[in-house]
């Protein structure tokens, strides 16, 4: 979304030249961005996906037994599980470890921290990718989910998005 807007502030004005003009400029670096990101993200309770249909019952029901705390990612539009975690500050740890991974294959990293109900957690995950990824904490940005992800994700969701600026 910041490189859209930010591509939209730079883009040539009316009867300027440039190589792409006006919105498919601003398309064509958003694509460009969206092809460097990645994102991961765990929620705090397999109850949601279950009742979502992402995750059968019988799954649900024995990751909760065990403790298992999913490590999502997006792949070609789908969600997939990255890795299975048995605490929740382990799975937040790897959460961690898996986006300042993704960091240093970028050039110039942009990070956001995304919850739901969590402002203290993701703020101190924030600060643990800030010096992981050898970037300044004001360069990470923190938000909360949007309903509608919420609602799928439930409460205690926490999410890490890496992109190229």
């Given at each position: 979304m910041l490189a859209a807007v930010e591509a939209a502030r730079e883009r040539p004005r009316r009867?300027?030249?440039?190589?792409?003009?006006?919105?498919?400029?601003?398309?064509?670096?958003?694509?460009?961005?969206?092809?460097?990101?990645?994102?991961?993200?765990?929620?705090?309770?397999?109850?949601?996906?279950?009742?979502?249909?992402r995750l059968s019952a019988a799954a649900a029901a024995l990751g909760t037994v065990l403790g298992m705390r999913p490590i999502l990612t997006l792949k070609g539009g789908h969600i997939e599980v990255r890795e299975k975690?048995?605490?929740?500050?382990?799975?937040?740890?790897?959460?961690?470890?898996?986006?300042?991974?993704?960091?240093?294959?970028?050039?110039?990293?942009?990070?956001?921290?995304h919850h739901l109900g969590q402002p203290e957690i993701a703020a101190e995950v924030a600060g643990q990718l800030a010096t992981g990824a050898?970037?300044?904490?004001?360069?990470?940005?923190?938000?909360?989910?949007?309903?509608?992800?919420g609602a799928h994700a439930g409460p205690g969701l926490l999410s890490v998005v890496v992109a190229e600026r």
């Open positions: 009867g300027e030249r440039g190589d792409l003009a006006g919105g498919a400029a601003v398309a064509e670096r958003v694509r460009e961005v969206a092809a460097s990101s990645s994102v991961f993200f765990l929620v705090d309770s397999l109850d949601h996906l279950r009742r979502g249909g975690v048995r605490t929740r500050r382990a799975a937040r740890e790897r959460l961690v470890a898996l986006a300042v991974e993704a960091a240093a294959r970028l050039e110039s990293p942009r990070l956001g921290v050898g970037v300044d904490v004001a360069e990470v940005t923190i938000s909360q989910i949007s309903a509608v992800i």
